[in-house]
């Protein structure tokens, strides 16, 4: 469960008409549960499945609360998994363009993707009873980069397959053993 404090300008002063007492913070509380896949000899990795249950507090529109929450859940999967900044000797971005730099695209979508509202969370004294649904999502990938291996960010598939490779070389196992095929 994760836990966000949320603080941003007064709805209030900035409508004095809407039907709020202060917007000022919410607590926003959030679940996630993922099932990942690593390609042992690519180092590639897959989101099989993600199951979020998000507080939204009242939504106002659960198609695009819904939206928001998958977009930031993979946005933030593209920063910690994918989108890896280079730069040249001297000094100038190298990975400046779509040939160049991996951003997250349909094929990182988890194949089965459920979101789900916490229900009675309306949050009492901001407008309409709504959260923000975007912003914790995009940090609960940190869980999803941690359970892949302990690397530093972005976990690329480069990264993970140079560090079973050197994990498979440092190991006392054969490397077949090692990276989950089984000996004739």
């Not at 202060?22 to 099989?48: C, E, K, M, W």
């Not at 077949?176 to 095929?181: K, N």
Request: proline share 5%.
């Amino acid at each position: 469960m994760v836990t966000i404090r949320q603080a941003s300008e007064s709805t209030r002063d900035r409508n004095p008409n809407l039907p709020c007492r202060d917007s000022r913070s919410a607590v926003l509380h959030t679940s996630p549960g993922f099932r990942n896949q690593i390609d042992v000899f690519t180092g590639q990795h897959r989101l099989l499945r993600t199951d979020i249950l998000e507080d939204v507090g009242e939504s106002i529109s659960t198609m695009v609360d819904r939206g928001q929450i998958k977009g930031g859940f993979v946005r933030g999967a593209g920063l910690l998994t994918l989108e890896e900044l280079l730069w040249d000797g001297e000094g100038r971005l190298a990975t400046n363009g779509a040939s160049t730099y991996k951003l997250p695209s349909w094929p990182e979508m988890p194949e089965a993707f459920r979101v789900n509202f916490l229900k009675g969370a309306a949050e009492s004294g901001v407008a309409f009873g709504s959260k923000a649904a975007g912003e914790s999502p995009l940090m609960l990938v940190i869980s999803v980069r941690e359970a892949i291996l302990e690397l530093d960010s972005p976990c690329t598939p480069e990264r993970i397959f140079f560090a079973l490779r050197k994990a498979r070389a440092t190991s006392s196992a054969p490397a077949a053993v090692s990276a989950g095929v089984g000996q004739s």
